[in-house]
């Protein structure tokens, strides 16, 4: 099938040498086309450019998207959107006064989440996590990394591990797998920490990797959760079954988990609410990307990752939803980028840069997806009209998008 989109007002994040990242100054820049037509076909983008070259240029379906802007699909590099049931009785907890942290200390947070899914069927799973995909998908997130962590049991971990197989296969949006088992200590382990790491070790890793269920590992690094030696031992083990890792760090607490996953070469370290200055030169010419989800500092009224410092220092940040049940049950990655501009002072180029390219790349799909590129799949947002792309973060209580192109197939 071929797609050809014309009368575009500003084609944008168009890179012809698209690199695997955007850091520093460099993210204040999003290179336009004005007046623009792009062409799909199949799955793949195979050439834009002003619409004066696209008269003789024929398709199956011509969209005409005079008034309106168009740019990659948000790709959301952190999410647990696979969960059942929910936490809204320990919202009204928090509107109560009492902290995430007590919360979690009498048995609500993720523990709560990890019993009722261990309750709830693989198909149930499956069928409750395929709603929240489709309505993601809907609001322009075209690919989107998948954590496991609420399960918390060999059987429960590998459950939520192949429902994520499952949306792989029957979905079109891009999806990533990230073997988080160690996000908190079940209950049953509440004494004896290093039996649960030498469960995730020695039972579960070897299963995931046989059955190929994921593709990163990750680990809750937290006081109170896990330490710096227990991500140690997480990020050596997933290395020897093939999995980069994606680390939870500086939620809460700074204390050296930055430091740690730049020296073991990971992917993302994810939250960074809070972060020293030692956090900040660590990750100055890493591999590793910084990942921001401002909607966790909203839901939860904690700081939010100090997005100016961090690219004013040169590096690079991503945007991500932390879509999960307990502190952010939204993937909206639209508001992510309004919140992004509003609380963390990044300008509309930097959070859409963010959200795109460098999102990608916390995926490690950068080479396919996060821009307007000749060969890169064809994963497109359509705006309505609207002024300038200005007002997507502006207007934050608005959905701003008419129509989202996926692998090649429109979004119904």
Not at 4 to 26: H, M, Y
Not at 67 to 88: M, Q
Not at 112 to 128: F, I, M, V
Request: glycine share 6%; with cysteine; net charge negative.
């Amino acid at each position: 099938m071929s797609i050809l989109i014309t009368n575009i007002k500003s084609l944008l994040q168009v890179r012809e040498n698209c690199p695997s990242f955007i850091a520093g100054k460099d993210m204040k820049t999003l290179p336009t086309i004005e007046n623009a037509y792009l062409l799909i076909e199949n799955d793949t983008i195979v050439n834009y450019g002003p619409m004066e070259d696209a008269s003789s240029i024929e398709a199956e379906t011509t969209i005409d998207a005079t008034g309106k802007f168009v740019l990659p699909t948000w790709c959301d590099s952190h999410t647990h959107i696979v969960y059942a049931g929910n936490r809204e009785l320990e919202f009204v907890d928090r509107i109560n006064g009492l902290t995430y942290e007590e919360i979690a200390n009498r048995g609500g947070g993720i523990l709560n989440s990890a019993k009722t899914l261990q309750n709830t069927s693989e198909d149930e799973l499956y069928n409750q996590s395929i709603e929240r995909i489709k309505t993601v998908m809907a609001l322009g997130t075209g690919a989107i990394e998948i954590k496991s962590g609420y399960g918390l049991t060999p059987e429960a971990e590998l459950k939520m591990l192949r429902v994520i197989k499952r949306i792989k296969k029957e979905f079109p949006v891009k999806v990533r797998a990230t073997f988080l088992g160690a996000h908190a200590l079940p209950q049953h382990y509440k004494n004896n920490k290093q039996g649960y790491l030498d469960e995730i070790i020695n039972e579960m890793l070897p299963q995931i990797d046989k059955e190929q269920l994921a593709d990163y590992i990750d680990i809750f690094c937290e006081k109170g959760y896990f330490d710096l030696d227990d991500t140690k031992q997480i990020i050596e083990a997933g290395k020897k079954h093939h999995m980069p890792s994606k680390i939870h760090v500086n939620q809460f607490n700074a204390f050296g988990g930055v430091a740690l996953a730049v020296e073991n070469n990971a992917l993302s370290v994810d939250h960074l609410e809070e972060m020293n200055d030692e956090d900040i030169e660590v990750l100055k010419g890493s591999n590793t990307m910084p990942v921001a989800l401002p909607s966790c500092s909203y839901f939860l009224s904690i700081p939010y990752t100090p997005a100016r410092k961090m690219i004013d220092a040169g590096l690079p940040l991503a945007l991500a939803t932390d879509y999960n049940p307990g502190s952010t049950p939204s993937g909206n990655m639209n508001f992510v980028i309004s919140t992004a501009c509003i609380k963390m002072k990044m300008t509309p180029e930097e959070a859409i840069n963010a959200a795109t390219i460098n999102g990608a790349y916390a995926m490690g799909i950068d080479k396919q997806y996060g821009s307007i590129t000749r060969g890169k799949k064809a994963n497109i947002i359509i705006t309505k009209q609207i002024p300038s792309y200005y007002y997507l973060p502006y207007s934050f209580g608005e959905n701003n998008i008419e129509t989202v192109i996926i692998n090649g197939q429109i979004i119904a």
